[in-house]
Antibody, heavy 119, light 108 residues
Framework: EVQLVESGGGLVKPGGSLRLSCAAS????????MNWVRQAPGKGLEWVSS????????YYADSVKGRFTISRDNAKNSLYLQMNSLRAEDTAVYYC????????????WGQGTLVTVSS | EIVLTQSPGTLSLSPGERATLSCRAS???????LAWYQQKPGQAPRLLIY???SRATGIPDRFSGSGSGTDFTLTISRLEPEDFAVYYC?????????FGQGTKLEIK
C-alpha cells in the first residue's frame, strides 16, 4: 500500500524557516517524481514544487521561487521542503504527492501538515 | 500560464441525480494532461480521472470525464451520499501543475 506521511509543520514567525519531510513507503520511491502542493485555509489547491526521480529536474511555483528548496533522499525514501523567508500567505496545509509515471497527474497524496506563519 | 475556471462554484443536487461539472481552460490543454480530483473535508485530494477520461484505480464507473481543447466535463451519473465534496480539475504544462478553483457539490 502506498503511504506518504508528512511531518515538520508548525507555527513560525514571519521571516522564519521550517523544513517539511515526507516519508514514503509501499512503492519504489526512487522511480517517481514527487511534488509539494499546498492549500491555504478554506482555499483551493496550489502546486508548490516538483522534483524528478533522480533530482535532475526541479521546478517551483513563482510564489515560492528563491525562498523554498525541494530535495529528496532516495536511500531514505524521503522528500523534503526547506522553507525560508516565510510569509503570512504561506500559511497552508502542505501535501506531498506522487506523480503518476505515465500521466501528468498526482496519483497518491499524504494527509498533509499544517504550516502557520504568524507573529 | 494556463488558467482553469470551474463552474458552477457550488452545485446543489439530491442523491440519485446527475451532476455535471465544467472546467474551462484559458488556452488549449492536451487531453493527456487533464485530471479531476475529489476532496472531502479534512482529507487529502483523491485522483478520480486522468487523461481527461480515464478513471483512476478503484474509482466507480458512475464517474466519467470528457472533453478536449479548452472545455472539459466531469459527470457523476447517479449521486451517492459519499459523492458530496469539492472537485478540482488540474492540468499539466510548462513543467508545472495548475488547478481550477473548485466546485463544491452539496446536498440539496
Amino acid at each position: 500500500e502506498v503511504q506518504l506521511v508528512e511531518s515538520g509543520g508548525g507555527l513560525v514567525k514571519p521571516g522564519g524557516s521550517l523544513r517539511l519531510s515526507c516519508a514514503a513507503s509501499g512503492f519504489t520511491f526512487s522511480s517517481y517524481s514527487m511534488n509539494w502542493v499546498r492549500q491555504a485555509p478554506g482555499k483551493g489547491l496550489e502546486w508548490v514544487s516538483s522534483i524528478s526521480s533522480s533530482s535532475s529536474y526541479i521546478y517551483y511555483a513563482d510564489s515560492v521561487k528563491g525562498r523554498f528548496t525541494i530535495s529528496r533522499d532516495n536511500a531514505k525514501n524521503s522528500l523534503y521542503l526547506q522553507m525560508n523567508s516565510l510569509r503570512a500567505e504561506d500559511t497552508a496545509v502542505y501535501y506531498c504527492a506522487r506523480a503518476h509515471t505515465a500521466a501528468a497527474v498526482l496519483d497518491y497524496w499524504g494527509q498533509g501538515t499544517l504550516v502557520t506563519v504568524s507573529s | 500560464e494556463i488558467v482553469l475556471t470551474q463552474s458552477p462554484g457550488t452545485l446543489s443536487l439530491s442523491p440519485g441525480e446527475r451532476a455535471t461539472l465544467s472546467c474551462r481552460a484559458s488556452q488549449s490543454v492536451s487531453s493527456s494532461y487533464l485530471a479531476w480530483y475529489q476532496q472531502k473535508p479534512g482529507q487529502a485530494p483523491r485522483l478520480l480521472i486522468y487523461g481527461a477520461s480515464s478513471r483512476a484505480t478503484g474509482i466507480p464507473d458512475r464517474f466519467s470525464g470528457s472533453g478536449s481543447g479548452t472545455d472539459f466535463t466531469l459527470t457523476i451519473s447517479r449521486l451517492e451520499p459519499e459523492d458530496f465534496a469539492v472537485y478540482y480539475c488540474q492540468q499539466y504544462g510548462s513543467s508545472q501543475y495548475t488547478f481550477g478553483q473548485g466546485t463544491k457539490l452539496e446536498i440539496k
